[in-house]
């Protein structure tokens, strides 16, 4: 596990917002406690405000002090909003896109508007935080600071965008197009100093949107085989904080025994 070596003040260090945050037992919960409690103002951000008040509820109880706002991602001016609200609690250092969810269908039952929701939770979702989020960024990075990493843009991927499977196929059109937004991106603003990267997710995830529906798979994988939300938030740590003469732009993660 990577500490902070960071000088302690918050406006120096700079804010970090999370996009699509659910469960307090969620990915995003994770990221939000693995920054908080290295002192960064938080802000997490989703659709859902009773359960979005619960979470934050639960990591002020964890010692983790976060603002939570509620709007859609797939919404530019609820994006916007949710950039201004991290900007301030100090300046942006880290935004991180981890909404949009997974609905399996036969695809000849596939309607075109499931289609297109997919496309929008992810995709567009992922368009509207890196246009409001990446003026914030470059203008942190401009400033006289004493860090050797960059600011930060990260996006949540899973392997659907590296192999369409069957009944799938709005999950990986959707995934598929936010890969390849995140590789435009890094090529574009990586010689301006935001670091893009984008996160495979290979594996099912041991929260409570995968236990809550298959409580069975905890067993049935074994040990550590499901994704620990804390150990894939450790590694948005390490993104963060990579030198950047030796940046990642792409990193997958997937437990030890699954097969790939």
Do not use: C
Not at 83 to 102: I, W, Y
Not at 103 to 108: I, M, Q, V
Not at 119 to 136: K, S, V
Not at 243 to 256: G, I
Request: glycine letters at 10%; zero cysteines; hydrophobic letters at 40%.
């Amino acid at each position: 596990m990577i500490s902070s070596s960071e000088p302690g003040d918050a406006a120096i260090r700079g804010s970090i917002l999370i996009a699509g945050v659910g469960s307090a037992q969620g990915l995003g919960a994770a990221i939000a406690r693995r920054f908080g409690r290295e002192g960064y103002p938080v802000v997490i951000a989703g659709r859902n405000a009773e359960k979005l008040e619960a979470t934050r509820s639960r990591l002020d109880a964890d010692g983790i002090t976060v603002r939570a706002t509620s709007g859609d991602v797939a919404n530019q001016e609820d994006v916007k909003r949710f950039v201004a609200a991290a900007a301030e609690q100090a300046p942006l250092a880290v935004a991180v896109h981890n909404a949009g969810s997974n609905r399996p269908a036969p695809f000849l039952e596939l309607l075109q508007e499931e289609f297109e929701a997919h496309w929008r939770e992810h995709a567009l979702g992922a368009y509207h935080l890196a246009r409001a989020a990446l003026p914030a960024l470059l203008a942190r990075q401009n400033r006289d600071q004493p860090f050797s990493h960059g600011p930060s843009l990260i996006f949540t991927g899973a392997s659907g965008s590296l192999r369409g499977k069957a009944n799938y196929a709005p999950f990986s059109a959707a995934k598929g197009a936010l890969r390849n937004l995140s590789q435009s991106l890094a090529r574009e603003f990586g010689p301006w100093g935001v670091h893009v990267a984008h996160v495979v997710i290979d594996g099912g995830i041991a929260g409570e949107r995968l236990l809550s529906k298959r409580p069975q798979l905890r067993d049935s994988r074994g040990p550590d085989g499901l994704l620990n939300i804390d150990a894939i938030a450790d590694a948005y740590w390490t993104l963060h904080h990579q030198h950047r003469s030796a940046w990642t732009q792409e990193l997958d993660l997937r437990p030890w025994s699954e097969s790939f």
